[in-house]
């Protein structure tokens, strides 16, 4: 969580993260489905809905030791500032203490689950951490004695050594604040810290695609948040579609709240296709949620929220008749991969190859294939669905935290991990800002692309393997 761009170290040395093997996939949606004009692709990285924030640097923090076998390093800790989209200012710690913050990267709320925090069992301790010291709580004198501090605390050494407590149970750092009081305050917090479960999205959906048939209610969609309404708004083209956006009662929604279920009215003479709601809300986001970057800047873990806007969007396809499949798509840490899901509710089955393996959803059911990577991997998918439209899933795998090490590292970056394409790989000179518990330029490495057709429907996953070394 070191400085992306602010105070330097006062010791350098070189960690990057060794590129692993590449993997080299193709998935293939088989199913011949309704013939009509191929709809472009829907290009998203796994979201699933709440803030989305540009991170701004460091702005309160102090100073600590990395302690390994290649000595000591000297490094920042304390608080970023984000920026939300839409109106708003995070706060957050860094729980991937070995990875560079990049400037200005772009963050998504994410699940735990797509983070290293869903296989750390001390995630939990973690949030504890943040829910008892700076900056939710903000009465200094009171933390100082709580953690039998003499002299009291500034907000400099609480950020340090909230920030130090976080990694040594983020990252299993052998690390310590430099000021006194700031150790003090570390030593006190990983100490009292215990379980605390996971919070809940400030903004998510469930099911984020749904399918179905023209003439039905396409659903549900059940709205999850802490806000205490969202505002609901249909498809761009529902005037000309007819497509509403109806409760369960079939009656038009325009607002909504936790749990309320949204349905899509399609018109009974609706010709096959697809569109997307979109629900947004302002709200605090909940202290514990984690951010990740698809440029692998470091993982966040957030420790104060403004009143910020969330959003969340769902997708319905339908069709008359023939295989009718909802595709959404989610990191999962722990298979180390991405898991695809597709329901299917058509009256055939959806048939599609992944992995050399032919999968086949029969009709009114929903199954998830997971597809494994490496770690740092980035990937680019995209399944031919309904009417030839694309559905397209981008991202970077980014699951760990501890670096292998490797010195002597000179290489160049990539501006951002966009996979490779066919013919060959291209790069541009880029440098990275201080970041992260050591110095070294990205070393980047493993591109690969995997490209298979099946019955005219194909799906191109690229994985690049882009390595980010510290500082």
């Known amino acids: ?49 709440g803030a989305t924030a540009t991170i701004g640097g460091l702005k309160t923090y102090g100073a600590a030791v990395i302690h390994d076998d290649s000595g000591d390093q000297e490094v920042s800790a304390g608080l970023f500032e984000m920026s939300v989209e839409g109106g708003g200012t995070l706060q957050t710690y860094c729980v991937d203490l070995y990875n560079p913050t990049q400037r200005d990267a772009k963050y998504h709320e994410t699940p735990w689950s797509g983070t290293s925090l869903g296989a750390n069992s001390d995630a939990g301790r973690i949030r504890w951490i943040l829910q008892n010291s700076y900056p939710q709580v903000n009465d200094l004198a009171s933390l100082a004695e709580k953690a039998g501090i003499d002299g009291g605390l500034t907000e400099q050494d609480a950020a340090a050594g909230t920030q130090v407590a976080i990694w040594r149970y983020s ?48 659903g549900p969609v059940t ?12 498809p761009l083209d529902a005037d000309i579609s007819g497509v509403r956006i109806v409760g369960k009662d079939g009656k038009p929604v325009t607002s909504a709240q936790d749990g ?57 396809t339908w069709a008359t008749r023939g295989a009718v499949p909802a595709l959404s798509a989610a990191k999962n840490c722990a298979k180390s991969g991405v898991d695809i899901t597709v329901a ?13 393996t032919e999968h086949a959803i029969p009709a009114g059911t929903s199954r998830t294939v997971t597809i494994p990577l490496q770690e740092d991997q980035p990937y680019d998918f995209t399944i031919n669905g309904l009417q030839g439209a ?38 541009t000179d880029t440098n990275l800002a201080e970041t992260g518990g050591s110095s070294a330029t990205p070393i980047i490495a493993g591109t690969a692309i995997g490209l298979v057709v099946i019955g005219g429907a194909a799906l191109l996953l690229v994985g690049r393997k882009e390595n980010g070394a510290r500082g």
């Open 223 to 234: 709205v999850h948040t802490d806000a205490s309404t969202v505002t609901v708004t249909p």
């Open 1 to 49: 969580m070191i400085s992306s761009f602010s105070a330097p170290f006062a010791r350098r040395r070189g960690v990057a993260r060794l590129a692993a093997a590449t993997l080299v996939s193709g998935l293939v949606a088989a199913g011949v489905l309704a013939s009509a004009g191929a709809a472009a692709a829907d290009g998203t990285t796994q979201t699933q809905g």
């Open 344 to 356: 299917n509710r058509g009256d055939e089955d959806f048939t599609f190859e992944l992995m050399g």
């Open 171 to 218: 990252d299993d750092a052998d690390v310590d604040a430099v000021d006194p009081q700031a150790e003090q305050l570390a030593d006190y917090l990983q100490k009292a810290a215990h379980d605390v479960a996971e919070p809940e999205a400030s903004l998510t959906l469930a099911a984020p695609a749904v399918s179905g048939h023209p003439g039905e209610l396409v």
């Open 390 to 427: 694309e559905s397209r899933f981008t991202g970077v795998l980014d699951c760990k935290t501890q670096a292998a090490e490797t010195s002597d590292l000179t290489t160049q970056t990539l501006s951002e991990p966009s996979p490779a394409t066919v013919g060959g790989t291209t790069s």
């Open 260 to 316: 309320t279920q949204l349905f899509f009215d399609v018109p009974a003479d609706a010709e096959d296709g697809s569109a997307e709601l979109t629900v947004q809300a302002s709200t605090t986001v909940p202290v514990g949620r984690a951010f990740t970057s698809e440029s692998r800047s470091q993982t966040q873990i957030l420790a104060g929220s403004s009143e910020s806007t969330v959003s969340a969007t769902a997708t319905a």
